[in-house]
């Protein structure tokens, strides 16, 4: 009788687990028909883009698209400004996020509290509301058509998303190892720079590829702040390829594919970090 009822279960485990497989496989396959729709989207030219059905191959693929959009369409520019945009405000956020966390979770003061309340209000506030006042202040302080306009203000919006990311992995550091360090003499700089930011790692690189996500993507504040062709971010130089009477639709196709693998690849390589990192600070917080 028992055996019956184990092999039941087993039966039904396995089962169940089919069943859970076969249904993951159906979502990963809906998540990338956008993706395989962009790719013959970008290798077709802008008559079989409305003649031919969305996921149908294109007849001739015109893989010139996207020599054409990186030599002749200034891509290659707008791609090295969305890679300096980015990790600048990458490196800035982590790193104000780690300070302002471990201020908050380690060190004892009155108005810790209310300072992180501070900061997670930001989370509150629509980003469409302050696009006039900001442009306003980087007028004042010269900051139009600059990278610091979109550093500054992608590193501002981001720190208290990163900032809660950080927060329940600080806030059960063992505090024996602070304590031996200072008692072996070693500085409050010393301390967090060698000994709490590499404890840290793993959540700082969750944070990091969130923020990146973000700020790759972005396109409100540099469609806002920034009009020099030079200084633009793949985002919004798709735009080039759109005209007052016509589209170049390969171009444009192209183009967002451009956009989208570097992110993708990161992603893929390091998607196990952000697994890791979101359930450390969960499980430990």
Same mark, same amino acid.
């Not at 028992?2 to 990963?28: D, E």
């Not at 900032?163 to 360090?181: N, R």
């Given at each position: 009788?028992?055996?019956?009822? +184990?092999?039941?279960?087993?039966? +039904? &485990? ?22 395989? $729709? ?9 008559? /079989? ?9 294109? &007849?001739?693929?015109?893989? /010139?698209?996207?020599?054409?959009? $990186?030599?002749? @369409?200034?891509? =290659?520019?707008?791609?090295? #400004? ?23 979770? &380690?060190?004892? $003061?009155?108005? *810790? *509290? ?7 209000? @930001? !989370? !509150? ?13 980087? /007028?004042?302080?010269?900051?139009i058509n600059k990278y610091h306009s979109l550093i500054v203000s992608y590193t501002a919006f981001n720190l208290p998303i990163t900032i809660m990311i950080m927060l329940g992995f600080y806030a059960v550091l063992p505090k024996e190892v602070e304590e031996a360090a200072i008692m072996d003499g070693c500085s409050i700089n010393r301390l967090f720079f060698q000994i709490i930011l590499p404890m840290t790692m793993s959540v700082m690189m969750t944070a990091a590829i969130i923020n990146m996500i973000y700020n790759w993507n /972005? ?9 020099? =062709? *030079? ?8 735009? #080039?390829?759109? @005209?007052?009477?016509?589209? #170049? $639709? ?6 967002? %594919? ?5 992110? %993708? ?7 196990? &970090? ?7 600070? *969960?499980?430990?917080?």
């Amino acid at each position: 009788m028992h055996r019956k009822v +184990a092999t039941s279960r087993t039966a +039904a &485990r396995k089962i169940g687990s089919a069943v859970l497989y076969i249904v993951l496989i159906a979502i990963a396959i809906l998540q990338l028909l956008p993706l395989v $729709w962009l790719l013959f989207f970008s290798l077709k030219n802008s008559q /079989e883009i409305f003649d031919l059905a969305p996921f149908a191959l294109p &007849r001739h693929p015109k893989w /010139e698209n996207y020599s054409d959009v $990186w030599s002749s @369409g200034n891509i =290659d520019r707008y791609f090295i #400004n969305s890679v300096v945009v980015t990790l600048g405000s990458v490196v800035l956020t982590i790193l104000l996020a780690s300070f302002v966390t471990y201020a908050v979770t &380690r060190m004892r $003061w009155k108005l *810790s *509290s209310f300072v992180l309340g501070i900061f997670m209000l @930001g !989370m !509150m506030i629509p980003v469409h509301s302050t696009l006039i006042p900001l442009y306003n202040l980087y /007028e004042k302080l010269d900051f139009i058509n600059k990278y610091h306009s979109l550093i500054v203000s992608y590193t501002a919006f981001n720190l208290p998303i990163t900032i809660m990311i950080m927060l329940g992995f600080y806030a059960v550091l063992p505090k024996e190892v602070e304590e031996a360090a200072i008692m072996d003499g070693c500085s409050i700089n010393r301390l967090f720079f060698q000994i709490i930011l590499p404890m840290t790692m793993s959540v700082m690189m969750t944070a990091a590829i969130i923020n990146m996500i973000y700020n790759w993507n /972005e396109f409100i504040f540099v469609n806002t702040f920034i009009s020099s =062709d *030079s200084l633009k971010t793949l985002t919004v130089g798709v735009q #080039n390829f759109i @005209g007052q009477y016509q589209a #170049n $639709w390969g171009a444009i196709g192209a183009t967002l %594919m451009i956009s989208i693998l570097p992110i %993708m690849v990161v992603f893929l390589l390091l998607s196990n &970090r952000i697994v890791e990192g979101l359930a450390a600070g *969960s499980v430990k917080g």
